[in-house]
C-alpha cells in the first residue's frame, strides 16, 4: 500500500433516522479513508428467502465512492436471520452437553450444517456477483470472527468419525493411540465411537479440539474460494481475528486461504493501564502469519462493552497513540468499531466514533488530528518491515493438553505465554511468534518456548537441531512431557530433549507455597519466587543457574543451562516470577549477543523498528504514561515526522504523555 | 379499623396430633385477635380431583369465632396438589432454558394455564360460597406471594406474541423499537418470533419482564373477580405481597384489584442489626400504593428460615417493637407467620409463636404483653393517617434496563433506591413512594430519583413541570438514558432533562477505583468517596457543587444543581457513598423548607408521625439499640400512650433498650 | 493371615509395549508379595458381546504364581465396554435433574438396569468359573469402589415406589410421617409419587439416600452370591471402600456381605502435612465394620491426580511410614495405586511406583527397603488386634438430615465428626466407630457423638441407657432433634435425651461471629471460641461447664455435664474450636480413667498399640515430623523391631524424622 488507511466500520442500517449524507459528510471533514460495512446485516441483504436487496447499500456505496472512501465489504454469514431460524432451526448448533441453543445470540449457526451453507453460498455469490466491479470496493472480509462455536451437532458428531477414520484409517490405531484398553474402552469398530460430550480421554478431547479447528479453516477457506471466483485481481479477500493467538481457532492455516490477514484488537483495561501491550501482542502475532503487514479492521473508539459494566473511553492522546501502536508494529490500517454507537441491541455500550447523539465530540476531534497528520505522514511509515531476532513458540495443542491437565489453578499455558512476551514487550524486544510447523527457526537468533507440553518427536528433534547449530532456546518445564496425541512419554523426560537439555526427571511436585531461589542469585528481593510446579531435575552435562531454597526441594535444580553444539537451552523447571522471567530472558539475550539501547528506556517508553518503503530506517518512541519522558536517540541522524523536526544521534528528546516521537532516518 | 388486629396465620392440619382447643385457649390467652387460615391446604380442600372437604376446616372456624377471633380466609392456588400434577403435569412451569420443573417446590404452576384456571376457579367457587356468610371471616387474602415465577411454557410463549400483537401491532413496529436490523434479525410477520429464552435484545427482553408482571396482574385480578361475586360487603379481597418493591411483579397495577393491600415483611439480619429499616421499608411501600393504611400479613415470630443457617430469635423487647414499628408506618393488622412450628417439610426452620414442643415460650410471652397493651390503646392509634412531603420515585422499569445493561458488580438500581431510603430512614424523613405513573408528584415538596434509566418522554417531562413548578428533585445518574423500550436516546444526555438539569453529556467511564471529590466539600473525610460510574458533565446553567479529583476527570462536576422555573434540580454524576448521599440529601430538604427536629435525634431513636382517627397528632419514638436513649420532645403537650403518663413539650425523655415512647397529642 | 501383604494394583494391558517379563523381575527384585488385577478392562476381558477372553491374562496370573506372588482378582463390572454402550445406551445413569450422561466416565451404569445385570452375571460367572482352581489367586473383589452414583432412571423411580411400599405399606404411612399436609401435597395413592428430582421434603429426600444406600448394597451382596457358588474355601471376597465413611453407601450393611473389607485411602494434602491422620481415620472406621484387621487395596505411591493440580509425590520416608501407619490400624496387606503410571487417559497424573519411564527410581528404592523389611518382621506384626476403649458413633442420616437443613457455611455434620476425630487421633486416643445398630456400646468407656440430628427413641434410649449404666457420653448439639424420618419431635428438646442429659432447650440461634466463653475456662486464650450454633439452655439437673460472654445469650450455658445413673452426659450446645474440643474431650477421658501416657508425648509423634499372633503387645511411635523426637517408653521391657534392639521400660528412645519405632513386648 502507499499509504495507510484509517477509518471505522459503518452500518447506516442501524440508525434511528436517515442521516446517510450527514455520516458521509462528517466523514469527510475528520478525514477518513476507508469504511468496512455489510457483514452483520444478512436480514437485509436477503429479508426473505431467495429475495435479494442491494438498493439499501448501493446508495451507500455509491457516496462513499463520491467521497473518496474505499469499502471493505463483508459477507454476511455470522448473522442469520430470523427467517432462516423459522425454517431451519435446525441450523443453530447443539453444544457438548445436549444443550440445543435458541434463537437470539449471533454467530449461533453449526459451520458444516448443509443447509447453512447453502445459504451461505448463494448470498456470498448474489454479494460478489454485485459487488465485484465497484471501484470503491477494496476488499473483502469473509464472516466475522468466526470462532468454532463449540457445535456438536448430529452432522459434527459424525463429521468427527469421518475425520478419525482419515486420520487415523483404523479403530486399532485409535486403541492404540489414545490407550482405549484403560478402563476396557477399546473399540471394535467406527461404529462405536460415543458422542463426544462424555469423553475423558485427553488424547481424544485434544483430536476434538483439532477438528473444531479444522472445521473453522474449511469455512473460511470455502467462503475464500467463492469469493476468489468473483474478485477483482486488486482486490484482497480477508478475515477478522478476534483475540489471536485463540486456540479455539487455528489462525495459521486459515491465514493460507487469506490475502491479508485482519485482526480485531482491543484493550479492556482501564485508561491509567493502557500500555499498548494488548495491541502490539496480537499485531506481532498477526504480522508473524504471512510474514508481512497485515490490517486492523476493529480496534477501540470511545468505549467496548459487551460488558456494560467495564466503560473506558481513552484519555487525551490515548486513541491517537493507540493508532502508532497498532502502525509501528506493522498494520498498514486502523479502522475503528464503529463510526457511531447504536441504541439498540447487545453492543449499545461498544461506543464509536460518534456517540448516542451522533454527534462530533472528544474522540470524533481526536480522531481528526490523527486522520490528517496520517494523511502527510502516511506514505513514509505505510509497508513498515519489521525484523526480529528473538520469536516465540505458539502452540495451542499444549493449550489445550495443559487444560485438560491443569499444573495450577491460576498459571496455565496461555499466562506462561503471556508472561514470556510481556517481559520481552516492557524490555523493548521485538519478537515474532514461531509456529509447530514453521521452517524458519534458523532465522532467529533466541527462541522463547511456553511449556511445550505436546508436541512430536519431530518438533522437539527440530529445536535440538535448532540449538545444535547455534540458538538460543529458553523452555519452561512440561516441555516435551507428552507426545503428539497428549499421549505421556515413557522414556526419562524431558525425552528426546534430554542431551540437548543435559538433565533429566522422574518425579515433579506441585507447590502450594511459592520457594525462593537459594541466595536470590538474580538480586530481586521479594520478587524472587519459584511457585506452582517444580521439575525434580537431576543434572546430566547441564549446570544449574539456581536451586531452590527447600530442606527437600534443594537437591534439585530451579533453572538450568547447557551449551550443545553451537547454542545454548536454558530450562525452567518452575514458574518465575515477572522479575526472576525478565532477568533469565535478559541474560539470555545478552549471550546470544542481541542486547541494545533499547533494553535502557525509560519503563513507560516503548521502541519500535523498522524499515519503510524505501527501505529508511523508521523508529517509534511512544509513551504510555502522563508524565513526560525524556530518552537519548541512538541510531542514525534523520527527521522527526510528527514535527518534521531534524534529529541528530545521541541527541535527548522529550516524549509528552500519552504521545509518540517518530523518526525517519535519512 | 377501630382497632388493630394481631395475631398469627394457624395452620392445624399440619400438627402431628390433634391440639385445636388447646390451640384457641392458648391464643385466648395470648390475647390473639385475627388468624390467617386455608391458603396452603388445596389438597385437603379437594383432597381428590372435584370431592371437596370444609368439615376439617369448619370446627376451626367454628372454634375461633366462638374464641371472638377473626379469620382472613385464603385461597389455596399456589400450592396445586399431588394429584393434579400426576393427571396435569403439563401446568408445571417450563424454564426460559427449556429445563421444565417437577413436582415438589410449590408456585410451581404456569399461571396461564387453562387446565390450572379451570381447578383454580372451582375451588375458590367452591370456598367463597361455603363460607361468604360465616361472621368469623372478615376479608378474602387471593393465592399466596404470587410471582411471576418465570414460566415460559408453550402457552406463555404463544401469550408473548398475543401480547405484542396487542400493543405494538405490526412487526414493522417491534423493528423500529427494538432496531431488529441489528445483526440482520429483523422480522417479517409474527410467526418468525423465536422462543424468548436466546433472546439478548434489551427491549425485547424488557418487554418480556413488562409482559411477565402483567401474568400475575392478571391471575389476582381475575382471582379478586370471583371472589367479589360472593364476598359479603363488609368483607375484603387482599394480597399478601412478598418484599415489595419486587421488579418481577406490578404491585400498583395489582393493587388496583384489591380492597386493602396486605405485605408480609420480613427482617433477615441478625438480632444486633435489627433497625426497623426492612419493616419500614416495605410499609411505606405498601401505604403508596393506595394512599392508605394496610395489612402485615407475615412477619417474623421467632425464626425464620428457608435458610436454615440463618437463624435469629429477636432479643428481648424486639418482638413487641416490631409491632409498633408496623403500626407507625401505618398498618392496622400484624399477623406473624405463624402460630407454630412446623415438624415436616421445608420450613421446619421457620419458627412460630409456639416452638416445636408447641408449649409457650419466650415469644408467647412477649406476645402476649404486646397483645394485652393493644388490647387497650389500639384504638388511639388504629388507622394511622400518615403524611409526607417527600417521595422516593420507583421505576421496576429502569431495574430491568439496568440488570440488562449492569454499571457494576456491586451497585444497581436496588442498591441506589435502598440507599436513598436508607438515608432518609435514619435521617427520620418520612417519605412515600411515587411511580411512573402516578399523579400526584405535586403533592410532595421533595422527589427523590434513583437511576431512572428507562423513562418515555411524557415520564421526563412530568419530571420536568414538576421542577418548573416548585419542586425539588434530585436525580441520580443514567436517568433518561433510554426512552420506554430501553433503546438510548439519540439525543445529548440527559434528553429531554437538559433544560431542566442545566448540562449535558456525550460520554461516561467506569470507576475501578474510587474518586474523592475535590478538597472534600461534604467534610466527610474518609467517605468522601464517588465510585462505579461517572458521567462526563458539562455545564450549561447547572452549578456544580462538586468536582472529582482526579487529572483527566477532575474538569467534569460529580454533583450540579439547576434553578428552573420556581424549583430546583439536584444531579448526581456518579455513586455517591452513603455519606455524601446523607449529606446531599440533607440540603435539599433544608433548600425545600422541610427539615426540623427530627433530623436531630440521636442515631438509634427513629421518630414517626401521624394522625389518629380523632385527628390528633401521634408520635413515636423508636429506640433500635441495646442502650437507653434520651430525647427532647418538641410538639404540644400529651399522653404517652404505653405509661399514660403526660407529656410536656420539650420534655426530656428516656427510651429504654428496643423499646419505645408513643404520645398522643391533647 | 501369617504375616502382611505388600504389593500394588498392576494393568499390564495398559503399557505402551510388552513387558510382562520385566515388570515381575522388578517385582521380584523389589519384594512384592501379592498384586490386584483384572477389575478394569471389562472391554479386554469381553471385547465384543458373548466373546471372552483369557489367555491375555492367562500368562499375567501364570507369571505370577511362577515369582509367587499372589493373585487378588476384580470383577471388572464398575467400567462397561463401549459395544455395551452402542447396544444399551440405557444402561448408563439419568441423573435426578434430567441429564442423562453420556459415554467416557467410568462408574456411570444404573446398578438396578437388568440389562446390566444380565451382563454382570455372565462375565462374573465366567471369570470366576475361570480362575476358581487358581492356586495364585487368593481373593476375590468384587467391583471397584462402588458408589449410588446419583442414578434416578426411570427404573431407579420405580424401584422407590417399590421400596416405599415394602417399608411403608401405605401412602397415609408416608402422609403422616413425612407431614404431606404441608402445602396440601397428600398422596391419594401410589401412582400419585412424584419424580424426586424436584421433591424438598426432608424425610423423604432421607428416604431416597436410604434407598440409594441400598441399591449399592444389593448390588454387591448379589456380586457376592455369585462369586460364593464358585470361591474356594480359601479365597476371599471383598470390596474396597472409597473414602468411608461415606453416607452415600452404606459399608456395614455392605460388609456383611464380604469375607474381608478392603479400603482405598489416600491422603491428598502437601507433603508437609502429611501425619497419618486420614489413613488411620479410614483404617480405624474400617476396622470397626467387622471388628476385625482389613485390607488396604490403594494407597498413594508416588502422586494421586484426578487433580493434576495436586501432586504431592512423598518426602524420602514417608511412603515407608504410611505403610507402618496402615499396618498399626489394624491392616493385614498395604497394596499400591498402582505399579506403574499410566499415559493415557484421565489418570496420567496418577503415579505409580514406576513413573513414566517404566524404570525404578526414588519410589520403587523405598518400596524395596520396605518389601524387604516386612519380609522379615511381617509374621510378628501381622493380624494385629486393636481394643479401643473409646468410640466414635457414626450416623449417615444424621450427614444427610443436616445438609437438608445446614446450620452453617463451614461446618456440617462431616467437620463436626472429624474434628471429634481428629482430637481424638492427635492425643492418641484409639478409637473405633459404631453405628446407631451397633449392639456394642457397652464395650467402650467413653463414647463421642457428633451432631445426632437424626435418631429414633429406640437409638436415643439406647445412648440413655448406655449412661445410666456408666458409660461416658459426650455429644454435640442438634442430637436428638428430629426422628428417624428427619421430622423435628414435638417435645421440648432435646427430647428423649432430657432426663440424661438434665438440660432442656426451646429456641436457638444462629452465630454470625464467633462467642467467648465466659472468662476462659478453659484457659485456651485466643481459641476461645464457640461459633456458628447456640442452644439456648435452661438447666434441669446439669451443671454448666461454660457460659457465654454475651449480654443476652450469657444467660445460656454452652457446655453441660449431668451425672446420670452411674456415667454421665457432657453435651455441647454450640461448635467449639479445636483447642476447646480437646480440652471437653480430654477432660472427659480422664473422669472415665482411661487417661495415660499416650496423652503426653511430643505433638508429631502418634502412638499406637496392639497385640499380635502370640498374644505380645506392639507399640509403635511413628513420627510425623521432618524433626528428630524423642520418647520416654512407658511400657513393659521388649524389642525394638526394626533394629532389634533391646528396649527398657522408662527407656528414652529417638525417632527420626518421618520415621518410627516398633517394639514387641517380650
Given at each position: ?9 459503518y ?10 449524507e ?6 469527510k ?12 446485516s444478512?436480514?437485509?441483504?436477503e429479508?426473505?428467502?431467495g ?24 459477507t ?13 432451526p435446525e441450523i ?23 443447509t ?39 452432522d ?18 485409535l486403541n492404540?493411540?489414545?490407550g482405549?484398553?484403560y478402563?476396557?474402552?477399546r473399540?471394535?469398530?467406527?461404529t462405536e ?13 485434544l ?7 479444522w ?23 480477508t ?8 486456540p479455539?481457532?487455528?489462525?495459521f ?43 486492523v479492521?476493529e480496534?477501540n ?6 460488558d456494560s ?6 484519555y487525551?492522546g490515548?486513541?491517537r ?9 506493522g ?9 457511531h ?9 461498544w ?23 496520517l494523511?502527510r ?8 518491515k ?11 495443542d ?21 508472561q514470556?512476551?510481556?517481559?520481552l ?5 521485538g ?11 534458523a ?30 532456546l529458553v523452555?519452561?518445564?512440561k516441555?516435551?512431557?507428552t ?6 512419554r ?5 525425552g528426546?530433549?534430554?542431551?540437548a ?17 537459594k541466595g536470590?542469585?538474580?538480586h530481586?528481593?521479594e ?6 510446579w ?13 536451586y ?5 526441594f534443594?537437591r ?6 547447557n ?15 515477572d ?8 541474560d ?25 518503503r ?12 502522563s ?8 541510531y542514525?541522524?534523520g ?28
Amino acid at each position: 500500500m502507499d499509504s495507510v488507511l484509517y477509518g471505522a466500520a459503518y452500518y447506516p442500517e442501524y440508525m434511528p433516522y436517515e442521516r446517510l449524507e450527514k455520516d458521509v459528510e462528517l466523514m469527510k471533514q475528520v478525514g477518513i479513508t476507508v469504511v468496512r460495512m455489510g457483514e452483520s446485516s444478512w436480514g437485509l441483504w436477503e429479508p426473505e428467502d431467495g429475495r435479494f436487496e442491494y438498493a439499501w447499500m448501493d446508495r451507500v456505496v455509491g457516496q462513499m465512492r463520491k467521497a473518496g472512501i474505499k469499502v471493505i465489504m463483508g459477507t454476511p454469514t455470522y448473522s442469520i436471520p430470523a427467517w432462516m431460524y423459522k425454517k431451519h432451526p435446525e441450523i443453530v448448533m447443539t453444544r457438548l452437553d445436549g444443550h440445543t441453543i435458541t434463537y437470539g445470540m449471533r454467530q449461533n449457526a453449526d459451520l458444516l450444517n448443509p443447509t447453512y451453507r447453502f445459504y451461505c453460498e448463494r448470498v456470498i455469490r448474489k454479494l460478489a456477483e454485485h459487488y465485484k466491479d465497484n471501484p470503491a470496493v477494496i476488499g473483502w472480509q469473509i464472516d466475522n470472527e468466526t470462532p468454532p462455536g463449540g457445535a456438536a451437532n448430529k452432522d459434527v458428531q459424525d463429521g468427527f468419525v469421518e475425520y478419525l477414520q482419515h486420520k487415523f484409517k483404523t479403530v486399532d490405531e485409535l486403541n492404540k493411540v489414545w490407550g482405549l484398553n484403560y478402563w476396557g474402552q477399546r473399540l471394535n469398530d467406527w461404529t462405536e465411537i460415543p458422542p463426544e460430550g462424555g469423553i475423558l480421554n485427553p488424547g481424544w478431547k485434544l483430536e476434538w479440539q483439532r477438528y473444531a479447528q479444522w472445521i473453522t479453516t474449511d469455512f473460511l477457506a470455502w467462503q475464500a474460494s467463492i469469493v476468489n471466483e468473483y474478485k477483482r485481481p486488486d482486490q484482497f479477500v480477508t478475515q477478522d481475528f478476534a483475540g489471536p493467538p485463540r486456540p479455539q481457532v487455528n489462525e495459521f492455516d486459515i491465514s493460507r486461504s487469506l490475502d491479508i490477514v485482519a485482526v480485531n484488537p482491543y484493550h479492556h483495561a482501564p485508561q491509567d493501564e493502557y500500555d499498548g501491550e494488548d495491541s502490539s501482542y496480537e499485531g506481532d502475532y498477526s504480522r508473524s502469519l504471512k510474514h508481512t503487514n497485515y490490517l486492523v479492521t476493529e480496534t477501540n473508539a470511545d468505549t467496548i462493552g459487551w460488558d456494560s459494566k467495564s466503560q473506558f473511553p481513552p484519555y487525551d492522546g490515548q486513541l491517537r497513540l493507540d493508532v502508532y501502536t497498532h502502525l509501528s508494529s506493522g498494520a498498514n490500517m486502523v479502522e475503528y468499531w464503529h463510526w457511531h454507537s447504536i441504541h439498540y441491541g447487545q453492543e449499545t455500550y461498544w461506543k464509536g466514533i460518534l456517540g448516542h447523539d451522533l454527534e462530533p465530540g472528544r474522540p470524533y476531534q481526536e480522531m481528526s488530528k490523527t486522520a490528517h497528520e496520517l494523511r502527510r505522514i502516511g506514505p513514509e511509515i505505510a509497508n513498515l518491515k519489521r525484523t526480529s531476532q528473538v520469536a516465540i513458540l505458539y502452540s495451542s495443542d499444549s493449550y489445550w493438553g495443559i487444560e485438560f491437565m491443569k499444573f495450577s489453578d491460576k498459571e496455565n499455558y496461555r499466562t506462561l505465554l503471556r508472561q514470556m512476551y510481556h517481559v520481552l514487550y516492557t524490555s523493548n524486544v521485538g519478537v515474532d511468534f514461531v509456529l509447530p510447523e514453521s521452517t524458519n527457526f534458523a532465522d532467529y537468533k533466541m527462541i522463547v518456548v511456553p511449556p511445550l507440553y505436546v508436541a512430536s518427536d519431530a518438533l522437539l528433534n527440530k529445536l535440538v537441531e535448532y540449538v545444535r547449530n547455534g540458538g538460543h532456546l529458553v523452555m519452561a518445564f512440561k516441555s516435551g512431557f507428552t507426545n503428539e496425541y497428549d499421549t505421556v512419554r515413557w522414556t526419562t523426560m524431558p525425552g528426546p530433549l534430554r542431551e540437548a537439555a543435559g538433565f533429566h526427571y522422574q518425579e515433579f511436585s506441585s507447590l502450594r507455597q511459592p520457594l525462593a531461589l537459594k541466595g536470590d542469585p538474580y538480586h530481586v528481593a521479594e520478587e524472587n519466587k519459584a511457585s506452582d510446579w517444580l521439575e525434580m531435575i537431576t543434572l546430566d552435562s547441564a549446570q544449574a543457574l539456581a536451586y531452590y531454597d527447600h530442606p527437600f526441594f534443594g537437591r534439585f535444580p530451579a533453572i538450568t543451562r547447557n551449551s550443545f553444539g553451537k547454542g545454548s537451552l536454558t530450562y525452567e523447571g518452575t514458574v518465575l516470577s515477572d522479575a526472576l522471567q525478565t532477568k533469565v530472558l535478559l541474560d539470555v539475550l545478552q549471550r546470544a549477543g542481541i542486547a541494545g539501547p533499547d533494553q535502557n528506556l525509560p519503563p513507560s517508553v516503548r521502541a519500535k523498528h523498522g524499515t519503510n518503503r524505501s527501505g529508511k530506517m523508521v523508529h517509534y518512541y511512544l509513551n504510555y504514561s502522563s508524565q513526560e519522558q525524556t530518552i537519548t536517540y541512538p541510531y542514525g541522524a534523520g527527521t522527526e515526522l510528527l514535527t518534521q523536526a531534524a534529529v541528530a544521534k545521541s541527541q535527548k528528546l522529550t516524549v509528552k504523555p500519552w504521545d509518540l516521537i517518530l523518526i525517519v532516518e535519512k
